[in-house]
T-cell receptor, first 114, second 114 residues
């Protein structure tokens, strides 16, 4: 059974710093991995999706990497801003065709200190 | 504007009553999903539907029911059989269940049962 872990559960950093969020998964047979952002009391916003054949994806100040063989992904946020404060979740999709079940981590709650 | 709408944002019910949560999308997506989110836990899949008039149980389907009569709509009923229904419920959709496209989420409904 796939398990997804995100450590730490909470992280506080001063504004302007670069930071890395971690996501690890136990079964490397994945189709893709998706990073989401969730603001308090809101739904999830998709940030980046990495297919299993890819090593990384970039969007603005965000860069997500994937090392499938070691079961790890990182989300790098450059030049952090207070508006980046949110909970960040990763989710993996298994590689068997037609299986839509994402397995989610419990998230890292990020606070950017002005 | 294309997107996923969930209503209501907050819902209060007495124990023993069934309640239906609405989810509508105008993205022309084939697949739709219902998740439950509890504090300290990752999102858990309740039901999903890959096509109209078809749906499958997720990991925690007991005490819930769904229907998919229209492509745009995927309502979730929380029945009195659900032992612990108070939670944040999230609806999602994706373009094609077999393609690995990313999932998009609605704003969520917070259900409180007393």
């Amino acid at each position: 059974k796939q398990e997804v872990t995100q450590i730490p559960a909470a992280l506080s950093v001063p504004e302007g710093e670069n930071l890395v969020l971690n996501c690890s998964f136990t079964d490397s047979a994945i189709y893709n991995l998706q990073w989401f952002r969730q603001d308090p009391g809101k739904g999830l916003t998709s940030l980046l999706l990495i297919q299993s054949s890819q090593r990384e994806q970039t969007s603005g100040r965000l860069n997500a990497s994937l090392d499938k063989s070691s079961g790890r992904s990182t989300l790098y946020i450059a030049a952090s801003q207070p508006g980046d404060s949110a909970t960040y979740l990763c989710a993996v999709r298994p590689s068997n065709f037609g299986n839509e079940k994402l397995t989610f981590g419990t998230g890292t709650r990020l606070t950017i200190i002005p | 504007d294309g997107g996923i709408t969930q209503s209501p944002k907050y819902l209060f019910r007495k124990e023993g009553q069934n309640v239906t949560l609405s989810c509508e999308q105008n993205l022309n997506h084939d697949a739709m999903y219902w998740y439950r989110q509890d504090p300290g836990q990752g999102l858990r899949l309740i039901y999903y539907s890959q096509i109209v008039n078809d749906f499958q149980k997720g990991d925690i389907a007991e005490g819930y029911s769904v229907s998919r009569e229209k492509k745009e709509s995927f309502p979730l009923t929380v029945t009195s059989a659900q032992k612990n229904p108070t939670a944040f419920y999230l609806c999602a959709s994706s373009i094609d269940p077999g393609s690995g496209y990313e999932q998009y989420f609605g704003p969520g409904t917070r259900l409180t049962v007393t």
